[in-house]
């Protein structure tokens, strides 16, 4: 019986799986998992993702065993590492999804060359977006992708994920594995804080489909009203499929019975999942989008690397409730709420003038999820150099921005315990704020929480002015 390897990697689970699918038609799969380099340091980077990613290889290892077969690991390049044991098993097949971001896409590309030189097929296939890039790219600008999402968006709602993928048959496999990875080899010692893997990513998607996402409109602006899907994590380590998601949502939508607002947040969740794809088709045909923004006006604009105030940004004690209600919550938790991380990230790009490559590198030892595409993009966008448009970049108030998305202050309390005890006006306006703390510092002892590092309003309309000096100054003439 043919055989072919699957290289699994970001796309742990065995269901709904292209890549999976595309080689198992050229025989019985041998399952291989390679802890290469790129990866590694990413892992050794966060303990949280480090956590999760081993809990996630070691589900896909337990589903495989199920099946008569088993997960075969080994460390190294993926390259020699591939070539050898499609020599061991007798595959002439070796197929993978493919990566996004620049290091990945670098990697895939030495693979693909080291396995043909070797005279075997190299079989990458485009697992991770619900939608490939080249469908959607499809007679767009010469088929290189879009970089503006509006029409993306209205081009993707026509192009809905096909159906299942469809499944494998796995070959019984006689040769060893190595260990199955573990955090400690990563510089961790945590656990995951949630079951990890195919079944409990998808139990996660059902019970968000069965309630929340129907306030999801709200939640994804409201940190502490409701919940978003918390997918990002198993998305990025792929225990679920983008298709299904959005397969599973477009499905909800048929249910009769919603209110008009309930279908309206099923179609911002469809929204959220399509960004997604957007930003993994953005990096796919823009492999500088990690290092260099994509509005070439904006290559050479001055953003600082540092500032007195840059540690109190990374450690949340920037004296605005809600950038650091934010940071803390990462630091605490592996994730943060994403208007939270737009108005955090605003704030370190225009207050503090500091890169946007800063704060995604910061950003990068804590969260649990591993999707450098999106990071670059959602960074990038933030900090106006990058896919959105607009003549000037969006800088938000951090007050206006507490006083209409926390207005009960309920989620600043729950991350900043200093504050808990002051009312909500005290919370949400320094100056008060600062007042209340000092009549409370006899009864509280040294209460901690620090004045605002900067004042926003003088400090915004200053980079502002810059921004319009220096856009001017590189236009052409
Ligand atoms: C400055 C900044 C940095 C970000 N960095 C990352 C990052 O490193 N990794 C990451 O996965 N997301 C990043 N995001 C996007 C977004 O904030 C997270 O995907 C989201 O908060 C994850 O929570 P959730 O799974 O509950 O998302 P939900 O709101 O439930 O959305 C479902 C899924 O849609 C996708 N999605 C949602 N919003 C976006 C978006 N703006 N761009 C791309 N995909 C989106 C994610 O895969 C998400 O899991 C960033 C956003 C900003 C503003």
Not at 366 to 371: A, G, M, V, W
Not at 415 to 441: C, K, N, S, T, Y
Request: one cysteine or more; charged letters at 25%; proline letters at 7%.
């Amino acid at each position: 019986m043919a055989r072919a390897v699957f290289a699994f990697s970001r796309d742990l689970r065995l269901s709904d799986h292209a890549g999976l699918a595309a080689a198992a038609r050229h025989g019985d799969v041998v399952a291989v998992h390679v802890v290469d380099p790129v990866s590694a340091t990413r892992l050794r980077r966060s303990p949280r993702r480090a956590a999760y990613y081993c809990a996630a290889v070691a589900s896909l290892d337990a589903a495989l065993r199920e099946r008569g077969s088993r997960l075969i690991v080994r460390r190294g390049n993926p390259g020699p590492v591939l070539r050898a044991l499609a020599r061991a098993v007798g595959a002439g097949v070796i197929g993978w999804s493919c990566g996004y971001d620049a290091k990945s896409l670098r990697r895939d590309r030495d693979l693909q060359s080291a396995l043909e030189e070797a005279g075997l097929r190299a079989l990458p296939v485009h697992d991770a977006p619900a939608v490939p890039p080249e469908d959607s790219a499809a007679g767009h600008r010469g088929g290189d992708g879009y970089r503006a999402f509006v029409p993306y968006h209205a081009l993707w709602r026509t192009l809905l994920p096909p159906g299942d993928a469809g499944s494998a048959t796995f070959a019984p496999v006689e040769i060893a594995s190595e260990p199955l990875p573990i955090p400690e080899e990563f510089g961790s010692q945590l656990a995951p804080d949630e079951p990890v893997g195919e079944t409990a990513a998808r139990a996660k998607l059902t019970a968000f489909l069965a309630g929340p996402a129907l306030q999801y409109g709200v939640a994804r602006n409201v940190p502490a009203a409701g919940e978003t899907s918390r997918l990002a994590a198993a998305l990025s380590f792929g225990t679920i499929a983008a298709r299904e998601v959005v397969r599973a949502t477009c499905y909800r939508n048929t249910d009769p019975f919603l209110l008009v607002e309930e279908r309206t947040s099923l179609k911002l969740y469809l929204r959220s999942l399509a960004q997604r794809d957007f930003f993994l088709q953005l990096a796919w045909y823009n492999e500088s989008l990690a290092e260099e923004p994509l509005q070439s006006k904006m290559r050479g604009f001055g953003f600082a690397r540092t500032h007195q105030h840059l540690d109190a940004w990374r450690s949340g004690r920037t004296g605005y409730p809600l950038i650091d209600a934010g940071i803390r919550e990462l630091r605490a938790t592996g994730w943060m709420h994403p208007r939270v991380r737009a108005i955090a990230a605003s704030f370190l790009c225009f207050d503090l003038g500091i890169d946007w490559r800063v704060g995604r590198d910061e950003w990068d030892h804590y969260l649990t999820e591993d999707e450098p595409a999106l990071a670059a993009g959602n960074w990038q966008w933030v900090a106006g150099v990058g896919a959105d448009l607009a003549a000037y970049p969006r800088i938000y108030n951090p007050l206006k921005q507490a006083r209409r998305f926390d207005p009960a202050a309920a989620y600043v309390r729950r991350w900043l315990p200093e504050l808990a005890a002051l009312p909500d006006a005290a919370i949400l306006d320094p100056v008060l704020g600062r007042r209340q703390r000092q009549m409370q510092l006899p009864l509280f002892g040294g209460l901690s929480y620090p004045e605002p590092v900067v004042d926003h309003e003088t400090v915004a309309r200053a980079f502002l002015e810059r921004y319009a000096r220096e856009v001017r100054a590189a236009a052409p003439s």
